[in-house]
């Protein structure tokens, strides 16, 4: 990718059959822009204010439990309501110009740890295969009533967090979201024209070539995606094929958390800083079909471009046209490759 490092060029997102701008020669303009406050990892590990912290009192006069581990409650302020009539829609003549459909679903919280101060890389590994273990069950009872479940984290005021306790969201519906369906039809399309599966054969390319990788073990692979929008974005994908979190084994578990703590820790090594983040798991739809096309897999979208102040927009051309990245997918590897594996904080 040598001849790739400083001339602009488009690459090719599979996935979502999209294209990504990359500009590497920007990298060298001055920034004199907007500098976001960076995020602090120094927190109390009980806040009497928040409303997620173990003990106190939500917003709705809900009392949360004492609880030691994980912790999962309704959302008090849910995007998706699981009454209404979903076929509703489907009486009518749909309008070509104002065509809409109804949806059901639930929206859910899953606090991390009882501990205010601790983000994921920062909890020990046997807490994450805790918190693993809690998205397994969520995911499964969920999939008994709704064709998508989104697990999902957004990490650090940058990002839209509204409380900086640590804590993510899973989201469920009965109907396949926007980027759910144009992955699903790639898989599809992919498997059907190679007969293999996408990500297999992805990682399979990613191992030989060794440039974008970040963190390997005997299970699970992390690197920045040929194809990566946001500057420091991870691909967190399986060396073996499995579809959802239920096919995972006990010892794939505690692989998966020993990556995420690594690669996270990098994430906040890279600026020393509680690195912001949207994170998400894309597991096969529970919807009865055949979906051997598809392979779980988690993204991350990082905000931070230059310092733990600088971060990118996604504004005018990218607004307009397409996605446009800096640098390049590679060195945004290796910069991470040459942060460590233990967090800054307990060095």
């Known amino acids: 990718?040598?001849?790739?490092?400083?001339?602009?060029?488009?690459?090719?997102?599979?996935?979502?059959?999209?294209?990504?701008?990359?500009?590497?020669?920007?990298?060298?303009?001055?920034?004199?822009?907007?500098?976001?406050?960076?995020?602090?990892?120094?927190?109390?590990?009980?806040?009497?204010?928040?409303?997620?912290?173990?003990?106190?009192?939500?917003?709705?006069?809900?009392?949360?439990?004492?609880?030691?581990?994980?912790?999962?409650?309704?959302?008090?302020?849910?995007?998706?309501?699981?009454?209404?009539?979903?076929?509703?829609?489907?009486?009518?003549?749909?309008?070509?110009?104002f065509h809409y459909r109804a949806v059901t679903g639930e929206s859910r919280v899953i606090c991390f740890s009882p501990d205010h101060s601790k983000s994921l890389p920062q909890l020990s590994c046997a807490e994450i295969v805790g918190v693993i273990n809690t998205w397994t069950t969520q995911?499964?009872?969920?999939?008994?009533?709704?064709?998508?479940?989104?697990?999902?984290?957004?990490?650090?005021?940058?990002?839209?967090?509204?409380?900086?306790h640590p804590h993510g969201q899973i989201w469920a519906q009965n109907q396949l979201p926007t980027e759910a369906a144009k992955i699903d039809a790639n898989l599809k399309a992919y498997q059907l024209k190679y007969d293999n599966n996408l990500l297999l054969d992805y990682v399979a390319r990613e191992l030989e070539s060794g440039e974008r990788l970040v963190d390997v073990n005997d299970d699970w692979v992390t690197l920045v995606p040929f194809w990566a929008c946001w500057p420091f974005e991870l691909m967190l994908l399986p060396r073996f094929k499995v579809e959802d979190f239920g096919q995972l084994s006990t010892a794939q578990k505690a692989s998966l958390a020993e990556i995420l703590k690594a690669s996270l820790s990098r994430y906040d090594n890279l600026f020393q800083c509680?690195?912001?983040?949207?994170?998400?798991?894309?597991?096969?739809?529970?919807?009865?079909?055949?979906?051997?096309?598809?392979?779980?897999h988690a993204v991350f979208f990082p905000p931070l471009l230059r310092s733990a102040s600088v971060k990118k927009f996604m504004v005018g051309y990218e607004m307009l046209a397409e996605a446009q990245r800096d640098i390049t997918p590679e060195q945004a590897a290796q910069r991470l490759r040459d942060c460590s594996t233990t967090h800054y904080l307990e060095s």
């Open 139 to 164: 995911m499964a009872e969920l999939a008994q009533h709704y064709q998508w479940v989104q697990v999902f984290e957004n990490k650090g005021a940058v990002m839209g967090c509204s409380n900086p």
């Open 274 to 296: 509680s690195f912001p983040y949207s994170m998400g798991w894309r597991t096969a739809p529970f919807n009865a079909e055949n979906n051997q096309h598809w392979q779980l």
């Open 1 to 97: 990718m040598s001849l790739l490092s400083d001339k602009s060029h488009r690459r090719y997102n599979p996935l979502l059959g999209e294209w990504v701008l990359v500009s590497p020669h920007r990298g060298k303009r001055p920034w004199q822009g907007q500098q976001e406050a960076p995020a602090s990892n120094a927190a109390a590990s009980y806040d009497d204010k928040c409303y997620l912290c173990p003990g106190n009192t939500r917003i709705t006069g809900d009392t949360n439990p004492a609880y030691t581990g994980t912790y999962v409650f309704q959302n008090d302020f849910p995007a998706l309501q699981n009454e209404g009539d979903s076929s509703a829609d489907e009486l009518r003549e749909p309008d070509p110009l």
